[in-house]
């Protein structure tokens, strides 16, 4: 979970602010087709009561229809060789070419991670390089259990369902999209209030911290679990995911286990264990936050996903990545963290050792979309470093901000940097001034976001945005 203090955050309804030029950079360049004109035929009857007229020759204008009084003294349709032009713009596009290099072989940019916390933990829990963590399940159809708790103290509203439907269904859209379909999530929503022995007091947890520091946590969640056993069925369940009360004033920021947990594996319901847990707490009832990207956040971690940068304090990171912040402008998962979590397959990724070519171009197809083609350059520049480039789109899973967040994205992978540390570094123009969200919690950061016929340089190498439509095309060179 993020948890940054609210000054360090504004909503920009009040504050964004628009970067000069950025939106002329936008303008599509290439010269689009003629739009095309279709003729249109008019076949309309004159009302009736336009039915006769006075004198022959005479005309008269009705709804954008011409009539004219015939030799039989009756309105009659003008019939012209005009016609009605309509026309179809057609959406500029480019088509997408192979890279004009040959990539390397994909091993040579599996960066190894090289730090403290990777090599006290043997095959890493939260990995930011490779080896990838290949204990968590990370592929197939998994089952989500959603289960309301309420308190004597505290009953549950009776329509809970109007708060999470639309939640549950973004949560399942977006691993869909992340895992190109690898991984898919289907909800076990429990129908009714399962309540609990105490009182909300009982369980008052301020600051969120892991399960084991936190008594009232631990109190929590096993009631919770003894309760839901009592009433449902947990056979298969991944990941339970409790809904408290709305209005609850007695969990400030969240509750969350993970697989590695003593609490969480040492309770065993009448089906087995469940991996991984997390109540969202008052913090995720802020306007302009919101359920799903945290359940997503959380159980990222339980699947072995590194958090990028620290929870409690703002990096540059932050706005690009779910992993870095569940409420920040951009809840993408990095193509970095799909190429560790194993979503990216190999052909979509495009490593360029620039051990012989000097210069390449390559087309980009946004990391969101499915039509094939490559989604992410690597480039190693040492054996602890890369540049990954990749393309991004606004889309449902954004916040909408003062300037478009379509275009390249370029950013160093640093590997002697661990999960809680700024082991991806966005490289942007530069020139930019702090911009917020319209539309939810996101920590003011420069647009990092590379568009057409700009450049930028990292690391040595340069990257260079040829064109930006419906895909990205860019030139990498290094001297
Ligand atoms: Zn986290």
Avoid at 202 to 226: C, E, F, H
Avoid at 265 to 279: M, P
Avoid at 297 to 312: C, D, K, Q, V, Y
Wanted: proline share 7%.
């Amino acid at each position: 979970m993020c948890l940054l203090c609210e000054a360090a955050i504004t909503i920009a309804a009040t504050v964004g602010s628009v970067i000069p030029g950025i939106a002329a950079s936008e303008t599509p360049s290439i010269t689009e087709r003629p739009p095309v004109v279709a003729a249109a035929a008019t076949t309309v009857t004159p009302a009736v009561s336009m039915g006769k007229c006075a004198r022959v020759g005479q005309t008269r204008t009705v709804e954008r229809v011409r009539y004219v009084c015939s030799k039989s003294k009756r309105w009659k349709v003008v019939k012209t060789a005009e016609t009605t032009t309509a026309s179809v713009t057609l959406r500029p596009s480019i088509a997408y070419s192979p890279p004009t290099q040959p990539g390397s072989n994909i091993a040579t940019c599996m960066i190894r991670e090289q730090n403290a916390n990777r090599a006290g933990m043997g095959l890493s829990t939260l990995p930011t390089g490779f080896p990838r963590n290949t204990i968590a399940k990370k592929e197939g159809v998994v089952k989500w259990a959603l289960i309301p708790i309420d308190f004597p103290d505290l009953t549950g509203e009776p329509n809970f369902r109007s708060r999470v439907d639309n939640q549950m269904d973004l949560l399942s859209e977006w691993f869909a999209v992340a895992s190109e379909g690898k991984f898919k999530v289907e909800w076990i929503v429990h129908p009714s209030w399962v309540r609990l022995p105490s009182q909300t007091a009982d369980y008052q947890i301020g600051r969120s911290d892991n399960l084991n520091r936190v008594p009232n946590g631990l109190k929590l969640w096993r009631d919770a679990m003894t309760q839901s056993d009592k009433a449902f069925n947990f056979s298969g369940v991944q990941t339970v995911n409790f809904l408290l009360p709305n209005g609850q004033n007695f969990l400030q920021e969240g509750s969350q286990g993970f697989p590695w947990d003593e609490a969480v594996r040492n309770f065993v319901t009448e089906e087995g264990v469940v991996e991984s847990f997390s109540i969202p707490g008052k913090f995720f009832d802020q306007p302009g936050r919101q359920y799903w990207s945290y359940w997503v956040h959380e159980f990222g971690h339980a699947m072995a996903l590194p958090h990028i940068g620290s929870s409690r304090e703002e990096n540059p990171y932050m706005g690009l990545d779910i992993m870095s912040n569940q409420d920040g402008e951009s809840r993408d998962l990095s193509g970095w963290l799909r190429f560790l979590a194993g979503w990216l397959p190999d052909e979509r990724v495009h490593c360029q050792d620039f051990g012989v070519a000097k210069s390449s171009e390559i087309t980009l197809i946004p990391l969101n979309e499915s039509v094939s083609g490559i989604k992410m350059v690597v480039v190693p520049v040492s054996d602890t470093k890369a540049v990954v480039i990749e393309s991004r789109r606004e889309s449902k899973f954004s916040c909408s901000m003062p300037s478009k967040r379509n275009g390249v994205l370029v950013y160093v992978y640093d590997a002697t940097l661990s999960h809680g540390e700024d082991f991806l570094k966005p490289i942007g123009p530069g020139g930019r001034v702090p911009e917020s969200s319209y539309n939810c919690f996101a920590a003011r950061f420069p647009n990092p976001i590379i568009y057409r016929g700009e450049k930028v340089v990292a690391e040595g190498v340069t990257i260079e945005v040829l064109e930006s439509l419906n895909m990205d095309k860019i030139r990498i060179s290094r001297e």
